[in-house]
């Protein structure tokens, strides 16, 4: 079987984000999109346990996509779960240095592991998790964005609302 993961923050998940885990569901067998903590950036918006459920609420109609989080390294995290790829978005020539580098990394600390990068359609390369974050918090529309079923938790998280319940989030 093959099985590949998607890491990443996903602070909260983007459409971009879910352009890739599509294309990269119809490539492996498996794909697990793996939260994980990023210990060189600050608290998020929505905690790691948010997050997954966010992410499992928008890939619910992709019966080979999984979802899980880790706050270890994510070679290890490849070698415990069977999986020798890992699959990365490229939005820009710019994040082509820094994902090669971790590539490199993550091959150094799991040598059966390597790294497939998907680009960004044009029409998301704009967008980051930090960009819907601060328009979000302005109030922007954010339909081109985020998913639309967790616009509402995106909206009432960034700014400092509890999260709605399940019955009252768009279908």
């Given at each position: 079987m093959r099985r590949a993961i998607y890491p990443g923050s996903f602070d909260p998940v983007t459409l971009g984000h879910l352009n890739i885990i599509k294309r990269a569901a119809v490539i492996f067998d498996e794909l697990i999109v793996c939260v994980c903590v990023n210990s060189a950036k600050n608290a998020g918006l929505f905690t790691p346990e948010e997050r997954v459920e966010l992410i499992r609420r928008v890939t619910e109609g992709l019966p080979n996509v999984k979802v899980d989080r880790t706050s270890h390294l994510v070679a290890d995290y490849a070698r415990q779960h069977g999986a020798q790829v890992?699959?990365?978005?490229?939005?820009?020539?710019?994040?082509y240095e820094n994902e090669i580098q971790m590539a490199m990394l993550n091959n150094k600390l799991y040598d059966r592991l390597d790294t497939v990068f998907l680009y960004t359609?044009?029409?998301?390369?704009?967008?980051?998790?930090?960009?819907?974050k601060e328009m979000a918090r302005y109030g922007a529309d954010l339909r081109d964005f985020v998913p639309r079923q967790i616009i509402v938790d995106v909206e009432a998280?960034?700014?400092g609302l509890e999260l709605p319940r399940h019955e009252e989030r768009p279908q």
């Amino acid at each position: 079987m093959r099985r590949a993961i998607y890491p990443g923050s996903f602070d909260p998940v983007t459409l971009g984000h879910l352009n890739i885990i599509k294309r990269a569901a119809v490539i492996f067998d498996e794909l697990i999109v793996c939260v994980c903590v990023n210990s060189a950036k600050n608290a998020g918006l929505f905690t790691p346990e948010e997050r997954v459920e966010l992410i499992r609420r928008v890939t619910e109609g992709l019966p080979n996509v999984k979802v899980d989080r880790t706050s270890h390294l994510v070679a290890d995290y490849a070698r415990q779960h069977g999986a020798q790829v890992l699959v990365k978005g490229l939005r820009a020539v710019s994040d082509y240095e820094n994902e090669i580098q971790m590539a490199m990394l993550n091959n150094k600390l799991y040598d059966r592991l390597d790294t497939v990068f998907l680009y960004t359609r044009p029409k998301y390369a704009y967008l980051s998790s930090t960009v819907v974050k601060e328009m979000a918090r302005y109030g922007a529309d954010l339909r081109d964005f985020v998913p639309r079923q967790i616009i509402v938790d995106v909206e009432a998280k960034a700014r400092g609302l509890e999260l709605p319940r399940h019955e009252e989030r768009p279908q």
